[in-house]
């Protein structure tokens, strides 16, 4: 209640998995909304590690304030954040920084003046906040609180724009993190960087002891491992006490082995009601290969689920989420939410209300007659080429600029057709998998899949079941950071936890990098799984 209502003062929580960080800061913006803290036209400025963090964060408040008053909450990634500002700011980039109007993102070429990558994003962003005022200014002008999620993986550059923007009491911030989390050392995660910002912004440092997520009995092997990590914030046991929650452990000869015995848990589990995204995969790194063998399995029992590796962010993207509605609707009857979504697109535009309404009943129309050929018996429903037409033809008539308007990066350079090429492309790989678009998009959406997820993804998040494949030395061989990515995946379970370590795992076809087929279990971890 003190994090949430602070006044003005800088706030700084650190606490376990499941205490409600995120919560807290969801709450905070309601009430700072609410109450007019955060009065008219301020914002909020939220700072998360990972798209699907924020995109999360931001939807909590929006089901709590509404969309009017969410509209003033911005809740960003490090690099969203950066990229608005190089994009509201960058004619004070000068010399070899100076970039053109239509600059461009590449994963890993820089070309001066004309194409930055995204380790770019940061450092550029904090030349500008560092030597412009009027940049400066109008970011302390525009927001007047900021959250900082996952503070804990807060690298030293990420952490200078920070204190660039906000410091000397500019804004109110509040910092929620858990040291025991901090898996980005490698990506040169601050040590000890929830000190210093409680140092540098003079932040109350405030606790929360609950665990609202797990059952007790996965508690207590969280519990076990905080006692080895951070032995003063181990919780006593008569809080922990109940037989509520299942750990298991299962050890296979081969990967064959684990993928059937997984697939059918999980098969048991659907039948049993429990909703697919209830349920998580968890890899440590390189999911594509080490749930191979599980995926084909999943596959054989027509479960839907989705590799999160390649398509996660991507279902963050309006436009591709467009591009998926459109399939879903024109390949299936039965899509309500689809069809109402899809509509919703003709009211974005900013033309007049006869021009929205025409190309309301226009969609309309495309929709009755694209139907009636996908369901032709000359359509070729598992050929990608038939469906590609289609998208293109609907995206013509929605338009370019109601497109360029779903979203602000949409403007710039090749962004908006190289997503709605990947979206085609994602489409593709799943339509590949069985030749059923329906399954395909199903694999692709977060409600009806299953996901598949490395450790770095899921933080964060949480589900029902989970099960972290691959409890083996050959995985989790970075000392530095094994236990607190251990510590994350098994902290992501409510009820149901499954452990699986194999004796051998095939190599893969094709170029991998390092791969070792014998595996060593990593018993140092699995004992934590043990009782007493
Ligand atoms: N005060 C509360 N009362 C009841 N439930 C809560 C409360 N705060 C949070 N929860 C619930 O507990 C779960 C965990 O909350 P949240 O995701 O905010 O935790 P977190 O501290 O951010 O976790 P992690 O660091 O592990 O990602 C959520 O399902 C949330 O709705």
Known sequence: MSAVTMPDENVVVAAGPGAGKTELLAQRA???????QCPYPRRILAVSFKVDAARNLRE??????????AARFDSFTFHAFAKRVIDNFRPALTGYNALNPDYRIDPDTRIEGEQITFSDLVPLALEIVETNAYAQGGIRQTYSHVFLDEFQDCTSQQYQLIRAAFGHATAVLT????????IMA????LDGVMQTFAEDFSARPLPLYQNFRSAPRLRRMQNRMIAQMDPAAVSPDE?????????????FDTEHDEALAVADLIHDWLHQGVPSREIAILVRQQPHLVAAALGRKLVDRGIPFRNEQESQDLTAEPVAALVFNFIRVIADDRQPDAYTELMRVANRSSASEDEASRLDSQLKRMVGTTRTTVRSPKFKTGEPAAWKTLVHEFLQLVSRPVLTALSTGYQQGTRLDDLIEQALEAFDREL????????????????????????????GLEFEKVVVLGIEEQLFWDPTTATSEFFVAISRAKQHLVLTHTKHRDRPK??????????????????????G
């Not at 909590?60 to 008053?69: A, C, D, H, N």
Request: aromatic letters at 8%; glycine letters at 10%; charged letters at 35%.
């Open 30 to 36: 309601d009430f700072l909304l609410r109450t007019g």
């Open 60 to 69: 909590r408040v929006r089901r709590r304030s509404g969309s009017r008053l």
């Open 175 to 182: 910092a929620v993190g858990d040291t025991k989390q901090r």
């Open 186 to 189: 490698w990506a040169g995660a």
């Open 239 to 251: 809080e922990l006490a109940g037989d509520d929650g299942v750990i298991e452990v299962l050890d």
């Open 432 to 459: 590949a998998v069985d030749g059923d678009a329906v399954q395909a998009l199903q694999r692709l959406s977060e409600v009806d899949a299953i996901r598949f997820l490395t450790i770095h993804k899921c933080k």
């Open 510 to 531: 094709g170029p991998t990098k390092r791969w070792d087929e014998w595996r060593t279990p990593h018993q140092g971890f699995l004992d934590f799984a043990r009782e």
